[in-house]
């Protein structure tokens, strides 16, 4: 894309983890940015080698979680406009117009914009359900913007924020295996997220919560309409609601009944395996499929809490 000497700069940045599969059409899709910055949580396959041949701003960093590296890597950027692509996301080329219009020209009084996803599964755009419509704040101003929030961090921009019409692409699991490992890695971050913000087991929530969401998602959101795959996306969907909740209650009833002690050579070397899959291991960076996993309901509601900076 050329830029006129009017036209705001913009800093694209990503955070990776063994991601070689699908980094490289990330990063083609973002080239017309006038800086590239990624931050890699020491990936053991070729996503740094392939990295390195869109930029020189490349940095590995341990994982701390998803806020503080995503917050890392904003802070790494240095132009005005800032705008955060997962490893496993396409910049459409309408969108990349879309973004180089609305700045030379329109982009006064705004501070961010709410950008538009469409996922690709099982061989099909998921058009229905609760994979669609989904979004988020991507493209911000640098000063106005910070990420919040825990296992469910995002951008929160300090002022005006407005949708963008044309979409990016999200290429999600691989298959249903790749899905449901996924859901047994981030139900139980999501349970220990619950932990941490005091929220008590509920078999209200564990009993209703699951089919409450496949009757939402396939009836009201149409998931039917993408037929099989749509299915398999509800239904999986209900299972991780279910897990996540059951995992709670075991995260509870483990802190209330302990286990017995299995001895100090056995404990040390279990509690060195959880502590290697926190920091950037087995749980590392999939940010972009959480929020697959989770479904969403970030519309133009979604996008209204965030201008009043309420949506934490």
């Known amino acids: 894309m050329e830029e006129s000497r009017q ?45 390195r041949r869109f930029t020189d701003k490349l940095f590995q960093r341990k994982w701390p979680g998803h806020r503080d590296q995503y917050q890392y890597a904003a802070d790494l ?9 997962d490893a496993d996301e396409e ?4 969108l990349a117009e879309e973004i180089r219009r609305e700045l030379s020209g329109k982009g006064e009084g705004v501070d961010g914009f709410f950008v538009y996803r469409r ?27 910070r990420w919040e929030g825990g296992l469910h961090a995002r951008v929160v921009v300090n002022g ?20 449901i490992q996924t859901i047994d890695k981030y139900s139980r971050i999501a349970a220990e997220d619950m932990v941490q913000q005091g929220e008590t087991f509920s078999f209200f929530k564990l009993l209703f919560h699951p089919p409450f969401r496949f ?16 299915l398999v996306i509800v239904m999986s969907t209900m299972y991780y609601v279910f897990i996540k909740y059951a995992k709670l209650w075991e995260l509870t009833r483990s802190t209330a009944h302990p286990r017995p002690e299995l001895g100090s050579k056995a404990s040390s070397s279990f509690e060195g395996k959880e502590e290697r899959g926190r920091s950037g291991s087995t749980l590392s960076p999939r940010p972009h499929v959480l929020r697959a996993v989770e479904g969403s309901d970030q519309g133009a509601e979604g996008l209204t809490r965030r201008q009043k900076g309420e949506e934490k």
């Not at 058009?127 to 640098?142: F, N, V």
């Not at 005006?160 to 899905?179: A, E, F, G």
């Not at 009757?215 to 749509?230: H, N, Q, W």
């Open 160 to 179: 005006r924020v407005q949708p963008l019409k044309n979409l990016y692409h999200h290429y999600t699991y691989r298959d249903i295996s790749d899905q």
């Open 77 to 85: 950027t240095t132009h005005e406009w800032i705008m955060f692509v």
């Open 119 to 145: 996922t690709f599964y099982l061989d099909r755009w998921i058009q229905y359900g609760g994979w669609y419509p989904d979004g988020e704040i991507r493209l911000y101003r640098r000063n106005k913007g």
């Open 91 to 94: 910049v459409s080329p309408e």
């Open 7 to 51: 036209e705001p700069k913009v800093s694209v940045y990503m955070i990776t983890y063994n991601n070689e599969e699908t980094i490289e059409r990330a990063l083609k899709s973002v080239t017309w940015a006038n800086e590239i910055v990624i931050v890699d949580s020491f990936s053991d396959d070729r996503t740094v080698e392939i990295g």
């Open 215 to 230: 009757i939402k998602e396939y009836f009201f959101k149409s998931g039917f309409r993408d037929g099989l795959p749509g």
